[in-house]
């Protein structure tokens, strides 16, 4: 028998990203604050389709605030291969996201370190970041362009790092121009911040391929 998707709700969306695993818990940084780890590459964009604003919002306000509790928290955002086409919900979902957080919930996230940021990225968030996320956020944003960077931060034993991380950040090391978009890991740009689903899109900020 067919079920209707809309009786079922939001939990096919909820269990896809609980089996995904791109939003976990990862025990406590370097001050003991509570760890959110988030990893572009698994999360499942092309799978929830339109849902994915609404998903990832009940999904932070159901699973991941609850476990935090009231505790003080960090988001630890690992970027390496993430594609617009496949696994990114949009600059819009994620700015919906954030501003969906109770106050308590803002107040208590203290950094969000983004690992492996793009050139794209980067612009972006420099042109127009402060227009599209509030002061909270965005002054709490801390680019992380290797992971040694972020283990001053972060407790080794407590937070896994996917291999494909660790692969990216060796790929990295051999070919630094990827920093600076000279040269990419392929055809496609690895964050094409610009084009992502917001109206501020701007041509200078389009990949080259």
């Not at 935090?68 to 960090?74: A, E, L, P």
Request: glycine residues 6%.
């Amino acid at each position: 028998m067919a079920v209707d998707k809309d009786a079922m709700g939001d939990e096919p969306a909820a269990m896809l990203l609980e089996r995904s695993r791109a939003i976990t818990l990862q025990g406590r940084d370097t001050k003991g604050r509570a760890v959110v780890r988030i990893v572009g590459n698994y999360f499942p964009a092309r799978a929830l389709g339109g849902r994915a604003a609404a998903a990832l919002r009940a999904y932070l306000a159901d699973r991941v605030l609850p476990a935090i509790g009231g505790r003080d928290f960090v988001v630890v955002y690992m970027h390496s291969r993430a594609h617009r086409a496949d696994n990114f919900p949009g600059v819009g979902a994620v700015r919906a996201a954030y501003e969906s957080l109770p106050a308590p919930a803002k107040h208590s996230l203290r950094a969000l370190y983004f690992v492996h940021p793009a050139l794209q990225s980067r612009l972006f968030f420099a042109t127009l970041g402060r227009f599209l996320f509030s002061s909270g956020l965005y002054d709490k944003l801390r680019y992380m362009s290797r992971l040694e960077y972020l283990w001053p931060h972060m407790d080794r034993a407590q937070l896994q790092v996917p291999d494909c991380v660790r692969d990216h950040d060796r790929e990295l090391e051999r070919r630094p121009l990827m920093d600076y978009g000279i040269e990419a890991t392929d055809s496609r740009c690895i964050y094409d911040a610009a084009s992502m689903d917001t109206s501020a899109s701007l041509h200078s900020l389009r990949c080259v391929s």
